[in-house]
């Protein structure tokens, strides 16, 4: 498992892997110039992708004694390359547009380059147009939710960094086939937003790397999902999207929750399993197999 962990003080980001049994067989700082907010990284078969976003405390309302996030647009973000053995001062960083990112989706190596796709937000504090497609971006406390997807080709041999927008659908929480993670996937499933002040999921978008299509399901009206985890079919299937989404989707008016079973080839809802009391919107979930769970409880 490879890891980050940040703070306010020096080191401001360290990065390291724990290996099966638990222990930490990796750990190094990666230098900052100072604090900057953190959420997630992605993984290639060679390298860590790390983050020198442009979010970080407002240094005016630090003197006031005030802690603050502010977005500096001014300010280029990077994007660390970081062998996944690698030092802290191993790390290459790639200048790119100034930006904010909750979640990755997949990252891989490709010939001279390294591809990141995520849901980038070009301005999350609330500054510029506000919304697309006519829907209005949701708030997080003070921080405006309006994540696209976006593709990242950085170039080892040139440093050069090609950015592109691929959809301008509102939709996080991201998710693959957990199989191809360090590889190219075709699919990735993500929560759509519902037009609302908060953060709501109306529905689950599919979208197709190969075509650059996405396809759409809504929940009936009123109820509102989670973050959708995959789990592979037991017909051994070696169709990438051969498979469940699963989440649990909730009633807003009565608290009724489901467990939705979709398939994720089609999107059709296979099931429908009523759970006896109400789930709270949550945020992340995993689908683990019968064997993945015995070998954990065997220690």
């Known amino acids: 498992m490879a890891f980050i962990d940040y703070g306010p003080v020096p080191p401001y980001l360290r990065y390291g892997v724990v290996s099966p049994n638990g222990r930490v067989e990796h750990l190094t700082a990666v230098e900052l110039p100072g604090f900057r907010l953190q959420h997630d990284i992605a993984l290639t078969q060679r390298y860590a992708v790390l983050f020198d976003m442009s979010m970080t405390w407002d240094p005016a309302a630090l003197r006031q004694g005030r802690a603050k996030l502010e977005f500096f647009r001014e300010q280029p973000s990077r994007i660390g390359l970081i062998p996944r053995r690698g030092r802290g001062s191993d790390v290459r960083w790639f ?8 979640h990755t989706i997949a990252a891989w190596d490709e010939g001279d380059e390294v591809v990141l796709i995520g849901r980038r937000i070009a301005d999350p504090t609330g500054h510029g147009p506000v919304g697309r497609r006519g829907r209005r971006a949701p708030l997080l406390g003070h921080l405006r939710l309006e994540p696209c997807l976006h593709e990242w080709r950085l170039h080892l041999r040139t440093g050069a960094v090609r950015e592109t927008q691929l959809d301008d659908r509102l939709a996080e929480f991201p998710r693959i086939n957990d199989t191809r993670l360090g590889t190219r996937p075709r699919y990735s499933y993500s929560g759509r937003f519902a037009d609302s002040p908060t953060l709501l999921f109306d529905g689950i978008v599919k979208y197709d790397l190969d075509t650059g299509t996405a396809d759409e399901l809504a929940y009936p009206a ?20 051969a498979g469940y989404l699963l ?25 429908r399993i009523e759970i006896p009391q109400r789930v709270p919107t949550g945020y992340h979930t995993r689908w683990i197999g019968s064997e993945e769970l015995q070998a954990a409880l065997a220690g």
């Open 95 to 102: 200048e790119v547009e100034a930006f904010f990112m909750y």
């Open 222 to 241: 009123g109820w509102y999902g989670g973050e959708p985890s995959f789990a592979p079919s037991l017909r051994g299937s070696a169709e990438e999207d």
């Open 247 to 271: 989440t649990f989707v909730t009633e807003e008016a009565t608290g009724c929750s489901e467990l939705y079973v979709i398939d994720a080839a089609t999107l059709e809802v296979a099931a």
